[in-house]
């Protein structure tokens, strides 16, 4: 099996806010001395040789030049690639009577090298090896309208492949949501610091491959700016061996734990069986399932390593919940009275738990209000489940998910995973990671199933609940990753996963 590398995997952990960059930026150019105009260079000549490494042949490229020093970072590009022979035109757009000094000056520089500046119209020619995307940075602050739009447009149906400097334009790099019209980027080529919204949401669907400059950030900047979020994959915390300990000769199943998945209800036995696998897959010694008696029999047939307890009235799961060491509730729990009779009695227990789908449907409803402080526990919401945990609408949880993470942590005192491209997980601490694994394959039914059973499993054997989050959303990305690498995303089956999981936690 090839192993899965993300393919951000030569991007550093640390990923920033953009308020972050801004002050790495500030202080920096408090340092330099000067008005920005020495890191811009310095922006640029990076940029322009990422351009020479992606596209070796470039002899003729088109810029265009925002209004801010997004737009300042393109001029410079423009004058140092026709210092290099390559033929360049450059296109501007908005108000360049606001223009920073820096920005001033790099546009100087472009007219001094004699290279044609003219304003973007409806009728420029946008032609050429590579298209530079320089109209807006970080600095966006709503949807681009009207001749912003119309640029971004002319963009995307340019018929050559695209650069993005630092962003591509239209994109909010702090949250990685798409307001409107989005330049689609083949390569970004970002400065500083990896903004975390280039990576969640819709970063990833515009980035392109994602390149990082640093520049010259001075050392005590970084020392005063803790990164804001962490970036994690599976192939970064297996190399730094953040996983589980070898097992040793001597073990027996009692080592690994016990975990009994609960759910469910009539209609949906196959979330509480896909959980159910998955954990047996990760590890787990011991695997229970209480669900309706209709679905044990199915239950046994296709695992019967599995012991299977048929609930009716929910009483009988006390018995069954005293000899779990953990919990996992919610695939196919529904949310009726047996639902609820069976949530309460986990609420009512002591073992570390994973909640998810109608288990925190049910925590998001009229009455249910608890938290975790005295217990392990992993909520995994989907961004529809954490909108009804939040009292928000989907958009509003997707307007900024790094906030809405930390907010559902704060409020259960819980692990999170929030999930989705970029699936991020949070502690009620603040502390943010953020996986860079997955593909859109996972968008289908019982995905998220087999995400519960494999963090439980990795509770069973005995990773804190950060730890099993992290390495659990790692390892169910990557298992999708490597399922979908020949076959192609469409039609993956979330069953797929399980052989793969196997292979990867070993
Ligand atoms: N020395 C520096 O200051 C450095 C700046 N850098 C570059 O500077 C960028 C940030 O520069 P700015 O803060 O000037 O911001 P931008 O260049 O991203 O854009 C700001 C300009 O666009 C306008 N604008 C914002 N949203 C708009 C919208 N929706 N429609 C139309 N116009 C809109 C603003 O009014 C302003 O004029 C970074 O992304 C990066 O490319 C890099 O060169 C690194 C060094
Ligand atoms: N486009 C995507 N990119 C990466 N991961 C995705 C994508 N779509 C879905 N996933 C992942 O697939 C899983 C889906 O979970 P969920 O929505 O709860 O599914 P279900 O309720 O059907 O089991 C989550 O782990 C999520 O992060
Ligand atoms: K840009």
Request: hydrophobic share 45%; net charge negative.
């Amino acid at each position: 099996m090839n192993r899965p590398f993300s393919a951000k995997d030569h991007l550093p952990a640390q990923l920033f806010s953009v308020a972050q960059i801004r002050e790495l930026d500030r202080q920096t150019i408090a340092a330099q001395g000067d008005d920005g105009f020495t890191l811009m260079h310095e922006a640029a000549t990076s940029a322009l040789s990422v351009l020479q490494h992606h596209w070796v042949d470039a002899r003729k490229i088109t810029v265009i030049a925002g209004p801010g020093n997004n737009g300042g970072d393109a001029f410079i590009l423009a004058a140092l690639a026709f210092e290099c022979g390559i033929r360049v035109r450059v296109f501007t757009l908005g108000d360049l009577t606001k223009q920073t000094s820096a920005a001033q000056k790099a546009l100087n520089m472009a007219v001094q090298t004699g290279i044609s500046i003219e304003r973007l119209s409806t009728a420029s020619d946008l032609s050429g090896d590579v298209l530079v995307d320089g109209l807006l940075g970080t600095g966006l602050s709503s949807e681009p309208r009207d001749e912003f739009a119309q640029a971004i447009a002319a963009i995307n149906a340019a018929d050559i492949p695209v650069l993005a400097l630092d962003v591509p334009s239209g994109l909010n790099a702090d949250s990685g949501v798409v307001y409107g019209p989005v330049v689609k980027a083949d390569v970004t080529i970002t400065f500083i610091g990896v903004k975390r919204g280039l990576l969640t949401a819709s970063g990833p669907d515009v980035c392109g491959a994602l390149e990082l400059a640093e520049l010259s950030v001075i050392d005590s900047a970084h020392a005063n700016i803790v990164a804001d979020a962490e970036r994690i994959s599976w192939a970064r915390l297996h190399d730094e061996m953040r996983g589980l300990a070898p097992r040793r000769g001597n073990a027996h199943k009692g080592h690994f734990g016990h975990v009994l998945v609960i759910g469910g209800e009539s209609g949906f036995g196959g979330a509480a069986m896909m959980a159910v696998e998955a954990a047996g897959r990760i590890g787990a010694g011991l695997v229970s399932c209480a669900t309706r008696p209709e679905h044990v029999p199915a239950l046994l047939t296709r695992r019967p390593e599995v012991m299977a307890l048929g609930v009716n009235s929910g009483l009988e799961l006390a018995p069954a919940i005293q000899r779990a060491t953990i919990l996992a509730i919610g695939p196919g729990l529904g949310q009726t009275s047996w639902s609820e009779l069976l949530l309460q009695q986990v609420l009512g227990a002591q073992q570390p738990v994973v909640l998810d789908a109608d288990a925190l449907n049910l925590l998001a409803s009229p009455g249910w209000h608890c938290e975790f402080s005295e217990r392990v526990a992993v909520l995994t919401p989907h961004p529809g489940e954490a909108a009804r945990m939040l009292g928000m609408t989907v958009t509003e949880v997707q307007t900024d998910r790094f906030a809405s993470a930390r907010l559902l942590a704060q409020r259960y005192q819980a692990v999170v995973v929030l999930k989705g491209q970029g699936s991020l997980i949070a502690d009620p601490s603040g502390r943010v990671a953020l996986c860079t694994d997955g593909n859109p394959g996972m968008s289908c039914g019982g995905m998220g199933d087999v995400l519960t059973g494999v963090i439980a499993a990795l509770l069973a054997q005995g990773l804190n609940a950060w730890d099993a989050a992290c390495l659990g959303v790692c390892c169910h990305s990557a298992a999708a990753d490597v399922a979908v690498a020949d076959a192609g995303v469409r039609g993956l089956l979330a069953t797929d996963l399980m052989p793969i999981l196997r292979e990867l936690i070993n």
